[in-house]
């Protein structure tokens, strides 16, 4: 099955095909290209839906990661016995709220959808923020997750700063 990735938005014109590749790329990075994950984009008002319900939040984010195996240690990959537990879990994209920020950074739309999903991805793999050890080891995952990216795309992405946590997920 690989990547299921849905578009449930139409605020914000989408490169479907261009997001796939950077997620393919990822992927590959990360050596979990046997397993199975959801992308789903979403507008403000249905991410605010999800973040409110699942994390207390009323306010619209930038990514939810609703990981399959939720006690995973960070960079440990799932130990699958059968076919159907190749799967990292469901990642929800708040592509406005993601569009927004872009204006005001002036920053590229998939570029930064593909930091925003290395991010979610690293939550999918068992990697949390919730205290400064935590930051720093997903921080560090991070970095070298993008500058693997950067080195074979020729991009030049960076990691979320810790100023955009209070609302990632």
Known sequence: MGVVLRNLQN??????????KNVETLRHILGI?????????????????????????????DVLSFPFYEDLRPGKLPCVVHRDEYNL?????????VMQQCKET???LHGTLTVVLAHGICHLLGYRH???EEWDEMFQRESYILSEFN?????????LTKRCTRQVS
Request: hydrophobic share 35%.
């Open 11 to 20: 605020v914000v014109p989408l490169r479907r095909a261009r997001l796939r």
């Open 33 to 61: 290209q046997k397993f199975d994950m959801g992308i789903i984009c979403v507008d403000n008002p249905k991410i605010q839906r999800i973040n409110t319900i699942y994390r207390k939040k009323d306010m619209p984010t």
């Open 89 to 97: 879990g469901d990642i929800f994209l708040g592509v406005e709220y």
């Open 106 to 108: 002036s920053s590229d």
């Open 130 to 132: 919730e205290t400064e």
């Open 151 to 159: 080195r074979l795309t020729g991009s030049r992405l960076v990691p």
